[in-house]
């Protein structure tokens, strides 16, 4: 992400340092967004299928920060 931004990890870091939102926060936020596109647009694909589309590690992580970030699971939000 930082050689995206032409920049280096320690000042891309430096830019988040002390202000809520972390990097990680808004990384987690921004993958859990498109989790919840990928639900609601293909609601056939499981949750494991979508989590590394996501840049989530597994089926596990991905469920935590959903219900951390939208407080509700997955399959949940999937079927309101």
């Not at 589309?53 to 309101?80: H, I, K």
Request: hydrophobic residues 40%; proline residues 6%; glycine residues 6%.
């Amino acid at each position: 992400m930082a050689r995206a931004c032409h920049l280096s990890r320690r000042a891309l870091f430096r830019l988040f340092a002390g202000e809520p939102p972390s990097l990680a926060d808004e990384l987690r936020h921004l993958r859990v967004a498109e989790a919840a596109r990928l639900l609601r647009r293909h609601p056939n694909r499981s949750v494991a299928d979508i989590a590394p589309a996501c840049g989530f590690g597994g089926e596990t992580q991905l469920r935590r920060a959903f219900r951390a970030v939208m407080g509700t699971t997955p399959w949940s939000y999937r079927t309101d």
